[in-house]
C-alpha cells in the first residue's frame, strides 16, 4: 500500500504549554553557566530557539495510542477480533516472517498499522513543532533534588533544569493511506492531550509536560479522484466508483473487494458530512477542508466508524 497514495490528511494543529514543559537535549555541555538539562533547540527562522521533536510527539501519541487500543482490546489477537496493541519492545515480530505485505500488514496489531514495526514502515508522520513567535515563548530555569526513598534524605542534587512555560508551537500530523477508524484514534489521543490525560517530554509524573492542543485545519485529500462535470460526485480516475461530494472516504472504499479483505481493511468505510470536495491545486485530485473551530467535527465522524469496529452502535 505504501507504492500508492490513495488518501492524505493533513491535521494543522499548535500545541500550547499549560504549565512546564521540558523536552531534554539528551546530553550536557561543558557551559558551567548554563543548567544541568537543557530543552533541546534548533535553528529555525534566522535564528536558534527551542522546538518540540517530531519524534517526541510521535512516541507520546503512539503510546497513548496504543493505551487506548488496550483498554478495549488486548496484547495479542483476541477471540472477539478487537482491535489490539502489542508491545513493540516485547515482541519479536516472529509470526510475520516469510508473509507476503498484505498478509504482514493483516496480522500486525492496530497501532503497527499506524506507527509501523520491523516490517511495515509507518502511515503517520508528525513535522517538529516550531515556535509560532519566539519573542512569546517564555524559558526559565528551575531546581529540585532526587530523594531517596529508603532514608528519605537527599540523594542526588540539587541540579537545575530548563522549562518552557509559555508560547505556541506549529506542527502538523500527516497520515496516508488510512482507515476512518485509525484518524479517529489519532482524534481520541489528541482530545486526550488537551484534557491533560498525558504529557510530554521530562517528568510528567511531576506536574511538567501538560499542554492544550489547537487544531487550526484538517484537509483530507484523495490525490487519485476528480469531481465531475456538475461538482457533485467525487470518482476515480480511469474506474467507474463514485461517491457523493460530501462523504469522508476510509482507504477501503477505493480497493476491490478481493484488494480490500487481503488487508483486513473495512468496506464500506465512509461517513457523510457537512463539507463537500473541493479540487485540488493545480486542478488535480479532490480535497475536503475543516477550518479552525470545525475540526472536531472531522474527528466525531470517524470515531463513528472507531466505535462501529468496536461493535458498538452510535
Not at 17 to 40: N, Q, W
Not at 79 to 108: F, G, R, T, V
Request: hydrophobic share 35%.
Amino acid at each position: 500500500m505504501h507504492k500508492r497514495f490513495i488518501n492524505h490528511c493533513t491535521i494543522d494543529l499548535t500545541i500550547i504549554p499549560d504549565g512546564p514543559i521540558l523536552i531534554k537535549s539528551g546530553k550536557e555541555g561543558a557551559d558551567p553557566t548554563k543548567p544541568d538539562m537543557e530543552f533541546v533547540e534548533t535553528y529555525h527562522a534566522g535564528g536558534r530557539s527551542i522546538y518540540l521533536p517530531g519524534s517526541s510527539l510521535k512516541g507520546a501519541i503512539r503510546a497513548h495510542a496504543e493505551r487506548i487500543v488496550r483498554t478495549i482490546g488486548d496484547e495479542k489477537p483476541n477471540a472477539k477480533n478487537l482491535p489490539w496493541a502489542n508491545n513493540p519492545l516485547n515482541d519479536n515480530y516472529d509470526y510475520l516472517e516469510k508473509k507476503s505485505a498484505p498478509e504482514i500488514y493483516k496480522l500486525s496489531c492496530f497501532t503497527d498499522q499506524i506507527f509501523g514495526n520491523t516490517s511495515i514502515a509507518s502511515r503517520i508522520r508528525i513535522e517538529d513543532a516550531h515556535p509560532v513567535d519566539s519573542k512569546q515563548v517564555k524559558v526559565e530555569e528551575r531546581n529540585g533534588v532526587a530523594i531517596d526513598r529508603v532514608f528519605g534524605s537527599v540523594a542526588v542534587g540539587p541540579f537545575n533544569y530548563q522549562v518552557c512555560t509559555a508560547g505556541e508551537f506549529k506542527t502538523k500530523i500527516h497520515l496516508k493511506n488510512f482507515t476512518l477508524a485509525q484518524l479517529g484514534l489519532i482524534g481520541l489521543v489528541l482530545r486526550d492531550l488537551n484534557d491533560g490525560w498525558f504529557g510530554l517530554g521530562f517528568a510528567k509524573s511531576r506536574g511538567l509536560g501538560t499542554v492544550q492542543v489547537k487544531l487550526n485545519q484538517a484537509v483530507v485529500q484523495y490525490p487519485g479522484c476528480m469531481l465531475s462535470e456538475d461538482k457533485q460526485q467525487i470518482h476515480t480516475f480511469g474506474s467507474e466508483q463514485e461517491w457523493n461530494k460530501t462523504l469522508l472516504l476510509g482507504v477501503g472504499e477505493f480497493l476491490q473487494t478481493e484488494e480490500a479483505k487481503l488487508y483486513g481493511f473495512s468496506k464500506p468505510d465512509n461517513q457523510d458530512t457537512p463539507v463537500a470536495a473541493q479540487e485540488m491545486d493545480l486542478g488535480f485530485g479532490v480535497q475536503l477542508t475543516w477550518r479552525e473551530g470545525t475540526v472536531n467535527d472531522l474527528f466525531e465522524r470517524c470515531v463513528r466508524s472507531w466505535s462501529q469496529l468496536l461493535g458498538v452502535s452510535k
